[in-house]
């Protein structure tokens, strides 16, 4: 199992890994096509990228046999279902992969390019538990962050992350809203 999505490209890696195991005979499991839902909804918007494509997209890479999607809703389900039904040019990701920094703009979509973090933040799980938190604090988020080693509000603010990110992020300003999402 592995996570297969639009923005594969973007970790390190991740075509190699795949063709690696097209050559040793390894079926690959698609997982998070939609990259947790960053592919659908970004910054409170949609994004134009269907379900469709980005099961087209997984689906078409070296070695993927099957992918598990996850739905957040009916819609969701039932746009997934229709994947055997759907037309060429419903299923066609290209458009998507062409504009996928277009798409995403400022919304962190965990590649780890920003890492690493010299106070040693955490900061893909750190982002990641924040927009989470946001869709509905829960006990289990308020623990992980009262675990963690390092928190946003040790952020030294020097933008290098921002520096070395391939879709415009600003992690800075994200560490502070992770801060305040989580109250310090």
């Not at 955490?122 to 989470?132: K, R």
């Amino acid at each position: 199992m592995f996570g297969v999505n639009l923005l594969g490209d973007s970790r390190p890696a991740h075509g190699e890994l795949l063709m690696a195991c097209a050559r040793h005979g390894v079926g690959v499991i698609a997982t998070k096509p939609f990259a947790g839902g960053t592919l659908l909804v970004a910054n409170g918007r949609s994004t134009g990228i269907s379900p469709l494509q980005c099961l087209s997209y997984a689906l078409s890479q070296p070695a993927v046999t099957t992918t598990v999607p996850g739905a957040r809703n009916a819609q969701q389900l039932r746009e997934i279902l229709r994947y055997s039904e759907a037309t060429p040019e419903e299923r066609d990701y290209r458009p998507a992969l062409a504009n996928i920094h277009t798409y995403l703009a400022g919304t962190c979509v965990y590649c780890n390019h920003c890492l690493p973090c010299p106070q040693g933040i955490d900061i893909f799980n750190t982002l990641m538990m924040a927009d989470w938190a946001r869709a509905g604090m829960t006990d289990e988020l308020r623990q992980w962050y009262a675990n963690l080693a390092a928190k946003p509000t040790e952020c030294s603010e020097r933008g290098r992350c921002s520096e070395r990110r391939p879709i415009h992020v600003e992690v800075v300003p994200k560490m502070r809203e992770a801060a305040a999402v989580f109250g310090g």
